[in-house]
């Protein structure tokens, strides 16, 4: 019986010891396996932060795109819309000349003939603008505007309301919606 004894008391020693023994490995074990968990966890926010990251950039220059899209596209249709202005500009002077031109006397029946045919260039010559948008500036009797009229003499006359355009020196021109060129006026004060 003693041996017995001996065998199970043994046994039950065996059995602490191995208890003991793997309890720490447990502790052990669950540490590595919190610290590998850990580290994964970390690896994963870090990853996390990347994509965000990329992702704001990528709406960023998404943004940026569609700002120069919307941008090239509005300079393509200003281009377009005024297109024929250094034209126009270049062929202001003949048009006034034009006008001086038909503005003159015919003494003879030679110099009535002249001018007929120069009015139906003119008026050609005007459509043809007309055509790409330009627009004559009316000014005689209207408000002074500085962004339509361009004073260059200033008058007290009665009969006209103050800050009136009384007469116009040269004619002023808009292209579309664009001033092309002011009136040269006078203006009652």
Known sequence: MEQEKNQTETIVEEQTT????????????????????????????????????????????????????????DEKEAAAKYRAQSLVEELLPVLDNFERALAVEPANEETKTLLQGMEMVYRQFQDGLQKEGLEVIESVGQTFDPHLHQAVMQVQEEGHEPNTVVEEFQKGYKLKDRVIRPSMVKVNG
């Open 18 to 73: 191995e208890e003991v023994n793997e309890q720490p490995e447990s502790e052990v074990e669950q540490t590595e396996v919190t610290e590998e968990l850990s580290e994964e966890q970390q690896k994963i926010n870090a990853l996390e932060q990347q994509v965000a990251d990329l992702n704001s950039k990528l709406l960023r220059v998404h943004a940026d795109y569609d700002n120069f899209r919307r941008r090239t596209k």
